[in-house]
T-cell receptor, first 115, second 115 residues
Framework: AQKITQTQPGMFVQEKEAVTLDCTYD???????LFWYKQPSSGEMIFLIY??????QNATEGRYSLNFQKARKSANLVISASQLGDSAMYFC????????????FGSGTRLQVQP | GAGVSQSPSNKVTEKGKDVELRCDPI?????LYWYRQSLGQGLEFLIY????????KSGLPSDRFSAERTGGSVSTLTIQRTQQEDSAVYLC?????????????FGPGTRLTVT
């Protein structure tokens, strides 16, 4: 069963506007972590933001925030004030704290920021 | 400090040949992961090393794939009798196991092409 679902293969956003990238997950582990990574065309994987399942507040890192809705099992990434350099693939990932410690990734969303 | 390094950056090999891919993790990181990314896809977990524990090999796609980690540092992923479907980018990541996020830092990857 797919554990991380990203339903938006591609998204467009105008420069300086905000954009939300969707991510839903499935786990029976009560303790887990959710991650977002950015992969520009150069191929490197860049860590953006982390949310723990027991964190009371939504994570924020600069222009990135994570809209964590635990009951709905969603962990959407919000990018505010989009910049041209934000154009990239974005991957949502989950790590369960029991069992496998590696990340399970979604299929990604390609974001294109338009001037 | 130095990040995760991988070599070679590109490898072209003929079907049936063996290849070795190398990963040098961040100094002090005890956890090391190998992932595979096929064209336009998300990352697929292959194998996970943590300290002196037995590795989690549950993601290896066949017995042609093996990996070792010497001295708790450098890791080598070996693919025997390569097939065209092995063509992908192979990414290595490392993480500390202190703190709560276990954030993984990725190397630049090795692009493997099997002809």
């Amino acid at each position: 069963a797919q554990k991380i679902t990203q339903t938006q293969p591609g998204m467009f956003v105008q420069e300086k506007e905000a954009v939300t990238l969707d991510c839903t997950y499935d786990t029976s582990d009560p303790s887990y972590g959710l991650f977002w990574y950015k992969q520009p065309s150069s191929g490197e994987m860049i860590f953006l933001i982390y949310q723990g399942s027991y964190d009371q507040q939504n994570a924020t890192e600069g222009r990135y925030s994570l809209n964590f809705q635990k009951a709905r099992k969603s962990a959407n990434l919000v990018i505010s004030a989009s910049q041209l350099g934000d154009s990239a693939m974005y991957f949502c990932a989950m790590r369960e704290h029991t069992g496998r410690r590696a990340l399970t990734f979604g299929s990604g969303t390609r974001l294109q920021v338009q001037p | 400090g130095a990040g995760v390094s991988q070599s070679p950056s590109n490898k072209v090999t003929e079907k049936g040949k063996d290849v070795e891919l190398r990963c040098d993790p961040i100094s002090g990181h005890t956890a090391l992961y190998w992932y595979r990314q096929s064209l336009g896809q998300g990352l697929e977990f292959l194998i996970y090393f943590q300290g002196n524990s037995a590795p989690d090999k549950s993601g290896l796609p066949s017995d042609r794939f093996s990996a070792e980690r010497t001295g708790g540092s450098v890791s080598t992923l070996t693919i025997q009798r390569t097939q065209q479907e092995d063509s992908a980018v192979y990414l290595c990541a490392s993480s500390s196991v202190s703190g709560s996020s276990y954030e993984q830092y990725f190397g630049p990857g090795t692009r493997l092409t099997v002809t």
